[in-house]
């Protein structure tokens, strides 16, 4: 799979990405929420 094309720092830094973007999407929900409130 992704694991034997990618070496493991390649690896570390995409798995990084998402989830940086996963926290920041639920950063932007949370403050969405509060502005509405």
């Known amino acids: 799979g992704l694991n034997v094309s990618l070496t493991p720092s390649r690896a570390n830094g ?3 990405i998402l989830s940086m973007m996963k926290n ?3 950063a932007c ?3 969405d ?3 509405t409130n």
């Open 29 to 31: 929900e949370l403050n």
């Open 24 to 26: 920041k999407a639920v």
């Open 14 to 16: 995409f798995y990084n």
């Open 33 to 35: 929420r509060s502005e």
